[in-house]
């Protein structure tokens, strides 16, 4: 991560507000009663929730506190972050696991996405082997914002405006946790500068080239300091409203696919149209959403357009078959009343 930062501003307000708010959205029973991993880059954001859960962990758990640190083969000093990581950890006396994922090597995906896939893959394999139950990291308020911002710009459905959810499924038994979500980067900042703690700053993360950069430096920020201070956390209450209405909505689509859909033996799965025909489009669209989750489909670069035409097609009245081709790839044959999708 290039170079490392602190800072030495004393603050015990911001120190416990800071601790307050990563206890307060942690699971509350049994949270400790089998190993935590914690995913550390060395960067601010990780660095000071791995303080703050350092601070938590009950004086007989520790050794259940596990530092995560994946070394990207996307930088000639990635081995200083791994270095900066484990010395932490030595320092906390935790237990360390560290992986070095050779990302240049992946084909057929971005940068990004192929480092997001392998570093996911890595703390679902670090929790088996350790018997983990939760795997902890650090996405921030801002994280959160950026998140939601990329994808309407990038035309995503409703569901997508809900933005990263405070927890997932990793891997089987294996929790994914967010619990910065709702806390901004200057405030993981400002406890660092109260307890004194260094960090390591990713030059990468300054360059506007990547998508995210640009809206942190450009888009956001100019916001934040002009007309919009409040840019950020009105983004991410939009996510947190979006989020629910998109849970009834897919509560509801996943009640009519489940009415309307049915798998073949070739592994394609039929829908029956012509019962849905009097639906919202919208509701509608999030019927095939549903169905791209419960099969597994890509989604990445499925846009809102991509199922507004599946909605239009699906209950266009036809006389003979139409194909449609989308990413994944997903064929879609549509038939008159029924629509036949398959992943080849």
């Not at 699971?27 to 000071?48: E, I």
């Not at 307890?195 to 990547?210: F, K, T």
């Amino acid at each position: 991560m290039g170079t490392t930062k602190s800072l030495t501003v004393p603050g015990d307000e911001s120190v416990a507000a800071f601790v307050a708010a990563v206890r307060e959205a942690l699971p509350a029973a049994g949270f400790w009663s089998m190993p935590v991993l914690a995913a550390v880059s060395g960067g601010g954001d990780s660095v000071a929730l791995l303080v703050a859960l350092r601070r938590l962990v009950p004086a007989d758990a520790v050794r259940r506190l596990v530092v995560v640190h994946a070394e990207h083969d996307l930088r000639a000093d990635a081995g200083d972050d791994r270095a900066f990581v484990e010395g932490m950890a030595g320092r906390m006396g935790l237990p360390f696991v560290t992986r070095r994922l050779e990302v240049r090597a992946v084909g057929g995906e971005g940068i990004e996405a192929a480092a997001r896939r392998l570093r996911y893959a890595f703390f679902a394999e670090a929790a088996a082997e350790t018997g983990g139950r939760h795997v902890v990291v650090a996405h921030t308020a801002d994280d959160q914002a950026e998140t939601i911002l990329h994808r309407v710009l990038r035309g995503t459905a409703v569901g997508g405006l809900g933005g990263m959810s405070r927890a997932r499924e990793l891997a089987p038994g294996v929790s994914l946790l967010r619990p910065l979500l709702e806390v901004r980067r200057r405030l993981a900042r400002d406890f660092l500068a109260g307890v004194g703690e260094e960090w390591r700053e990713d030059p990468s993360n300054a360059d506007r080239r990547h998508a995210r950069n640009l809206l942190r430096h450009e888009v956001i920020a100019t916001c934040e300091r002009t007309r919009y201070p409040s840019c950020t956390e009105a983004i991410v209450r939009l996510g947190r409203q979006a989020a629910a209405i998109s849970g009834a909505l897919r509560s509801a689509a996943e009640r009519l696919l489940d009415e309307h859909a049915r798998r073949q033996a070739d592994g394609s799965v039929v829908v029956r149209t012509a019962g849905l025909a009097g639906l919202d489009p919208l509701l509608l669209a999030e019927v095939f959403v549903a169905l791209w989750c419960r099969e597994g489909w890509p989604r990445r670069d499925m846009t809102a357009r991509h199922y507004e035409t599946l909605v239009r097609l699906a209950l266009a009245e036809r006389t003979a078959d139409e194909m449609l081709a989308l990413p994944g790839p997903v064929a879609v044959r549509f038939n008159a009343g029924h629509v036949v999708i398959s992943r080849p």
